[in-house]
């Protein structure tokens, strides 16, 4: 887990706020929904804030997790953000740190530092 705890520290150090949004066709976010939601004692779904279902014939088949900050950090790879959330100026596309990121207490949607762990 070091690339989190990494990102948690710089995030926490630049007292910024994340998003953390999940993308995937509806079959795929189903299972997701249930493992995310019984880990986490959640209840998201479709409509949830974060949440991009895509039609069931996209041309992509599995999760997507995206993390968006407005700083750039020097531990991960991070993009810079021209299309999506533009109130970010920076995005990662890791599936693995993001969900490591949950065993750190964040969660889909906004996340103020002071709502992690």
Same mark, same amino acid.
């Given at each position: 887990?070091?690339?989190?705890?990494?990102?948690d520290y710089?995030?926490k *150090?630049?007292?910024?706020d994340?998003?953390?949004?999940?993308?995937?066709?509806p079959?795929r976010?189903?299972?997701?929904?249930?493992?995310y939601? *019984?880990k986490y004692?959640s209840?998201?779904?479709d409509n949830s804030?974060?949440?991009i279902p895509l039609?069931?014939?996209?041309?992509?088949?599995?999760?997507e997790?995206r993390?968006?900050?407005h700083h750039?950090?020097?531990?991960?790879?991070?993009?810079?953000?021209r &299309?999506y959330r533009n109130?970010y100026?920076?995005r990662?596309?890791?599936? &693995?740190?993001?969900?490591?990121?949950?065993?750190?207490?964040?969660r889909?949607?906004k996340n103020l530092? *002071?709502e992690c762990?």
């Amino acid at each position: 887990m070091g690339i989190a705890q990494d990102l948690d520290y710089f995030i926490k *150090s630049n007292n910024d706020d994340v998003f953390i949004e999940a993308e995937a066709r509806p079959s795929r976010l189903k299972s997701f929904y249930a493992e995310y939601n *019984s880990k986490y004692n959640s209840s998201i779904n479709d409509n949830s804030e974060g949440i991009i279902p895509l039609e069931e014939d996209a041309n992509k088949w599995g999760l997507e997790l995206r993390l968006y900050l407005h700083h750039l950090p020097t531990c991960i790879h991070a993009t810079r953000n021209r &299309d999506y959330r533009n109130n970010y100026e920076y995005r990662i596309n890791d599936v &693995d740190v993001i969900r490591e990121l949950f065993e750190l207490g964040y969660r889909i949607g906004k996340n103020l530092v *002071s709502e992690c762990k």
